[in-house]
């Protein structure tokens, strides 16, 4: 797992940037996530969710040879987007169709948007927070 340091613009820098290169670096990433989960008080279920969705996205990449997958963590105020850019792309299905096993599970635990382009796949995930900041 390399994490990967660039800002761009003003904005700030996501909690978690990093490039996963393989299976073995999986492991790695959900520690992190649910480091950070934890932080922004989601509830265990809710940790468990996201984590679950990122790795199956992550890992349904990695199984078609599109990585290395950049996963990179913001959070809002409203929401923890996590976005994960597959640059061999992920198959042209949408969320909750039975094409794509990882994004179907991810959409069962997520807000999910696919952007697919020459460039490869960008999955974006989104788990809404309340008003105290942990997950909705």
């Known amino acids: 797992m390399r994490v990967v340091r660039e800002r761009l613009?003003?904005?700030r820098p996501a909690a978690l940037d990093v490039e996963i290169a393989g299976v073995f670096q999986l492991?790695?990433?959900?520690h992190e996530l649910g480091r950070l989960a934890r932080?922004?008080?989601?509830?265990?279920?809710?940790?468990?969710g996201l984590m679950i969705a990122v790795d199956e996205v992550?890992?349904?990449?990695?199984?078609?040879?599109?990585g290395p997958v950049r996963v990179r963590w913001c959070s809002g105020h409203d929401a923890v987007r996590i976005r994960i850019d597959a640059n061999g792309g992920l198959p042209w299905?949408?969320?909750?169709?039975d094409t794509g096993?990882?994004?179907r599970v991810a959409a069962e635990l997520a807000q999910v948007t696919v952007l697919h382009s020459t460039l490869g796949t960008t999955v974006r995930l989104?788990?809404?927070v309340?008003?105290?900041g942990g997950a909705a």
């Open 27 to 30: 492991a790695g990433l959900r």
């Open 130 to 132: 309340d008003g105290g």
């Open 58 to 66: 992550v890992g349904q990449a990695l199984d078609r040879d599109a």
């Open 9 to 11: 613009g003003g904005r």
């Open 93 to 97: 299905a949408s969320p909750g169709t």
């Open 126 to 128: 989104g788990f809404p």
């Open 101 to 103: 096993g990882g994004l």
């Open 39 to 48: 932080e922004r008080g989601f509830a265990p279920d809710r940790e468990a």
